[in-house]
């Protein structure tokens, strides 16, 4: 007769499990829906800021760069600083940079906000998955995780549609300050439920995180601005391609001989975490992509009102949902079954 799984218990134990998994989900969907929202408006930013095409793509570029950069540094401080206290400071760094966004005069002070929003936003998200783990029993985290994305999946549906209408009822400015309230709820809930954790003392390995944000960085310039300048025709996309090859190597060879590297590449051994970056690479080309370039393809070449392309582009997260779903149950059945 086939025995029953033990129940096992999560490694952290909360007072008030569904509002803090609102809560996380909360400063989830206001970092996605600042990744989704503000690519509507960008036409209209243009104008306001007195910005070319190209140059008011620097808004993207400048919070994907931040983002990329500061992902890999998540781990190392939320064991320095533990888990609760990074993610109500990232939160409140993302609510304040919305804030310095939506008032910006000029494209300067908007890539600077647009910078401290990427470096707080980009903590959101591991974290909160991080929580999600630690509070939930093994055979529930599948389930867990697909109600934590259900929920999530809100931002890439309403997002562009909710930009195109605020720009086009109110300013484009609302884009960024529709986070405030959100961010202001999300840090409430969380200094409420959010519990603390073990901090940890840990080397932190300055030269590894260096080469790894030059290449990164360096990546995303090149991918940016190569169109424009006419790709390998430029001594700029040279330049960057360089230093894209020499940081990426530095620091593959720097992680693979130090003694405590800035990212641990043994991690890749593990067949399924190699599987899933690769599918998670592959989703965030083609998500991505198709959210910073539809957008002024349909307001700009094709004519259409900023609030019907962004209904246009909304039913893409609706897909997303219905897998959430169709997961979810998977993953449960797989860890009953197991």
């Known amino acids: 007769m086939a025995q029953t799984p033990a129940y096992s218990a999560p490694a952290v134990v909360v007072k008030h499990k569904g509002l803090l998994t609102v809560a ?5 969907i206001m970092q996605v829906l600042d990744t989704t929202i503000a690519n509507v408006a960008l036409p209209h930013m243009a ?8 140059e008011i793509n620097w808004v993207l570029t400048s919070y994907i760069v931040a983002a990329a950069i500061a992902t890999p540094l998540t781990g190392w401080m939320s064991d320095r600083l533990g888990q609760r206290q990074l993610f109500i400071f990232a939160v409140i760094g993302f609510t304040v940079a919305s804030a310095l966004c939506g008032i910006s005069t000029s494209l300067p002070e908007m890539v600077i906000f647009r910078v401290l929003q990427g470096l ?17 029993p093994r055979e529930r985290i599948g389930q867990a995780m697909a109600i934590y994305g259900m929920g999530i999946m809100v931002a890439p549906i309403i997002g562009p549609t909710l930009g195109g209408w605020l720009t086009e009822s109110f300013d484009w400015r609302w884009v960024f300050l529709v ?6 709820l999300c840090v409430a809930m969380l200094v ?50 360089g230093l894209v090859i020499s940081g990426i190597w530095v620091f593959i060879v720097h992680s693979v001989t130090a003694e405590s590297p800035f990212v641990d590449l043994r991690i890749f ?8 970056s690769v599918f998670m690479l592959m989703v965030g ?12 393809l349909l307001q700009n ?13 909304a039913p893409r997260g609706i897909a997303t949902m219905l897998s959430m779903v169709i997961v979810g149950a998977s993953a449960a059945r797989s860890m009953r079954a197991s």
């Open 47 to 54: 104008a306001s800021l007195g910005a070319a095409q190209d």
């Open 120 to 136: 707080c936003g980009a903590m959101i998200a591991p974290l909160a998955q991080t929580v999600l783990l630690n509070i939930n």
């Open 285 to 296: 080309i083609t998500l991505f992509s198709g959210l910073a370039l539809l957008p002024p």
């Open 301 to 313: 070449l094709m004519g259409y009102p900023v609030i019907l392309s962004g209904l246009l582009i």
């Open 192 to 241: 409420l439920y959010m519990p603390n954790t073990a901090i940890k003392i840990r080397r932190f390995d300055f030269f590894g995180f260096f080469m790894l944000a030059l290449g990164v960085g360096s990546l995303q310039l090149m991918l940016d601005r190569g169109s424009g300048n006419d790709w390998f025709s430029a001594p700029e996309t040279w330049i960057e391609l």
């Open 269 to 276: 051994r593990d067949f399924n975490f190699t599987l899933a």
């Open 24 to 28: 996380l989900m909360l400063g989830t």
């Open 179 to 184: 986070n405030v309230p959100v961010g202001v």
